[in-house]
């Protein structure tokens, strides 16, 4: 039985009303749980870049790729193992002021974890970190105890270790 890992999925389409609807119900239909989504300009002008983190098969991915690009919009799909891509997620944390003067354990994590102070004020003050997920993870554990008022984290932000050509596939679409 083939086993089960964690893709990163890159698809380049159109910035089309409608069409991350149209991605997210490929994924439902298939009973698939999008663990990360992230949307963004890519590096093409009018281009726009989805990031899907998936738990599946290879064989489920391949498949996936193939149905994600008979969406008109979509000009490329990819997918990448962990191995295969450089990536990192964003987390922001929100804490009432006093603990950042009256806490020294607080200044101690957030200096541990190299943290940026992001804004201080007299209610609150909010720290980011960019990192993989079990670091995130490790840093919310960390702060849970002292009461976090907010947190956030991002999805998977990726980039390919290897050339995707996707300048090249656009040269052959627009001639």
């Not at 609150?124 to 008022?149: L, Q, S």
């Amino acid at each position: 039985m083939e086993e089960k890992k964690l893709y990163t999925i890159s698809v380049y389409s159109e910035n089309n009303l409608g069409l991350l609807n149209r991605i997210s119900t490929i994924f439902v239909k298939r009973h698939i749980n999008i663990e990360s989504l992230t949307v963004s300009a890519s590096e093409i002008k009018d281009v726009s870049r989805f990031i899907v983190v998936v738990k599946m098969t290879e064989t489920a991915v391949k498949k996936i790729i193939g149905q994600l690009e008979k969406q008109v919009e979509v000009i490329k799909a990819y997918y990448h193992t962990d191995d295969e891509v450089i990536f990192t997620e964003n987390a922001m944390f929100k804490f009432k002021s006093d603990l950042l003067f009256e806490n020294p354990q607080i200044q101690n994590i957030i200096k541990e974890h190299s943290m940026n102070i992001i804004t201080v004020n007299r209610t609150f003050f909010v720290v980011e970190k960019t990192a993989r997920r079990p670091e995130i993870e490790a840093i919310y554990k960390a702060f849970e105890p002292f009461g976090i008022a907010q947190f956030v984290r991002s999805g998977r932000i990726a980039i390919s270790k290897e050339a995707m050509n996707i300048r090249k596939i656009l040269g052959e679409i627009v001639q």
